[in-house]
């Protein structure tokens, strides 16, 4: 996928703002420091004198206009990318420095839309905030304002446009010292169009249980009926040290020793059973495809909600074209006819935002996110790869009576605990979804063949 080289264009006349109410209240009147604006280009001293720290690190905002102007492209380093963000008064503008930083310049450069009234605050923890710059009366273009601050965290909350339009900038850039270093994986330079970052794990089907690790760790019976593509030994004890000792898989890939599973499809009092392997897709979640991670060893991941309304399964995050079949696409429930000869299909994304500490959190969900804006959040900072089932059951003709052993068709739900072989995932992940591919099990993509595979033969690490 190429970057979004974004011009700066001339925008049509929108209608007037609305009356604003600000988020900071008293800010301007209690600020220990005002400054007038300071158009025009940044001199050598202060900003010059220091390291830029900000570019390439997490940033995230209170609106973005598109998925193309995120706050990601404020840091990017590309002075032809932009945040926008909706058209309102009160917004803000976040990074994550990583690491505690010493900052004595912030430069805010500004496309069209700038901000008129606004404040620049640091924080150690992103919950206290201490107005380090209050800015009243500014006219947009490059504003450097110079600031004798320290912290992990650096945020712009805008009180009042300059304009109609929202608030823009092509970059905001944070000089001193400190804060972490980049830790962007390496992935390969290629020229190749990116349409895809992606690769499969196709398993079959390897049992039935009405067990769940996940949810019922140590209880067999407990569950719902599930069925379970992937590791064979995967049960209610199942832990990550027995799937690894178990060295049995239904997926392609031998090293794929990780537990996947999902409620059992009923037609009445029978289970309806897949015939074929599944397609589980890897692919990136967030647009800065590079960025994704592999999952760390042990990392459990729910998706899904079993108590959904059928409203909530349509517009979940995770939804991608619910439940297919013949002519019949984008159903939130299950049809009451498939034409004969068809299979019933259901396809839903993961959440692939990892809050970078946690294997497992007590819901089982806090601990993932899913990207807002194309991109993870400061909460769930690290990006890994993004699971999409794709679930064919043989099942056609009269469906009146098929359904979900869970519940409702919006209960629709599925697990997965990662015991992948490191080395092998690492080795996909950066072949195929950084490396902007459309890959098979073995980490090939025959429209790109000069680019090379993953796996040999055997389909294990040459």
Known sequence: MHRHALTRPHRPPRSPR?????????????????LAAVAGPVTTAGAADDALISTGKAAIASSSEA???????????DPQTRWASNAADDQWFRIDLGAPATMTTIVLDWESAYGKDFVIQTSDDAVTWRTVATVTGGTGGRQAVDVSASGRYVQLVAIE?????????WELEVYGSGGAASTDPEVPDFDDEVTHHEFQANCTTSHLAPDDPIVFPGQPGRSHLHTFVGNTSTDAHSTLTSLQA????TCTVPADLSAYWFPTLMDGDTPVVPNIAETIYYKSGIVDYKKVKPFPLGLKILAGNMMATEAQFRDAPGAVEGYECGDVS???SIPSFCAEGSQLNLRYQAPSCWDGVNLDSPDHTSHMAYPVDGQCTLSHPVAVPMLEFKIGWPKSGDMSQVRLVSGADSSWHFDFI????????????????????QCDPSGYDQYKPHRGGVLDGNLELP
Do not use: F, M, Q
């Not at 998925?67 to 380093?77: F, I, K």
């Not at 446009?161 to 900038?169: A, V």
């Not at 178990?246 to 898989?249: I, L, R």
């Open 18 to 34: 609305r009356a604003r109410t600000s988020l900071i209240g008293s800010s301007l009147a209690t600020a220990a420091l005002v």
């Open 67 to 77: 998925d193309n102007l995120g706050p990601r492209y404020a840091v990017d380093g």
């Open 161 to 169: 446009r300059g304009t109609d339009y929202g608030y823009s900038l």
């Open 246 to 249: 178990a060295g049995e898989t």
């Open 330 to 332: 984008n159903s939130y």
């Open 418 to 437: 990662n015991a992948w072989d490191p080395a092998t995932l690492d080795a996909l992940v950066k072949h195929c979804i950084n490396g902007g591919l």
